[in-house]
């Protein structure tokens, strides 16, 4: 079929704590699925927000299809998601209760070209915690460096 997609969402795994992940379903045109298979879109921004009892991806960019003529979408609207009733229910808990957001992690095509969203249940991080993940990484990278010296 085609290439499959696969964006993500970088500046979520260094400004929360992932605790859970689930796999959603979107609802998209057909002029939004043509834009994301050809790699357009963003998830750098967005969140899920519920409205009564669904889920709704806020925020999500998907450029305009430049090859269609009548029918175009809105490249920044609110599109819902799809999950199962249990899931939905734990994850308005989760908000509800502990406080916690969710966030979209990665929007990629399946094997069959449908357009999926991983979202994470997310706990933010504080300034001190962000501190830390940038130090290992830099150390991670130093050793990398001296590793590579040394082969």
């Known amino acids: 079929m085609q290439k499959t997609v696969n964006i ?11 605790l859970d ?9 057909g002029s939004e ?9 963003s998830i750098a921004e ?3 927000e519920f409205h009564e009892h ?9 450029e305009e299809y430049a090859y269609s003529r009548s029918f175009t979408h809105l490249p920044k609207s609110e599109r819902k998601l799809l999950l199962n009733k249990k899931e939905l229910k734990s994850l ?6 502990q406080g916690l957001t969710i966030i979209p992690l990665r929007l990629f095509t ?20 962000k501190r830390e993940t940038m130090k290992e990484r830099d ?3 130093d050793l990398d460096r001296i590793k590579k010296e040394f082969k």
């Open 54 to 62: 669904e889920l709704f991806a806020i925020n999500t960019s998907i």
């Open 139 to 141: 150390t991670k990278r």
């Open 8 to 18: 993500l969402n970088k500046r979520a795994r260094f400004d929360y704590e992932i």
């Open 92 to 97: 308005l808990k989760s908000v509800q209760n």
């Open 33 to 41: 699925i043509k834009s994301i298979r050809l790699g357009k879109a």
């Open 110 to 129: 399946n094997e069959k070209g449908m357009a999926k969203l991983e979202i994470g249940l997310c706990r933010g991080k504080k300034n001190y915690d």
């Open 46 to 48: 967005s969140f899920c």
């Open 21 to 29: 992940r689930y796999t959603a379903g979107i609802v998209l045109a």
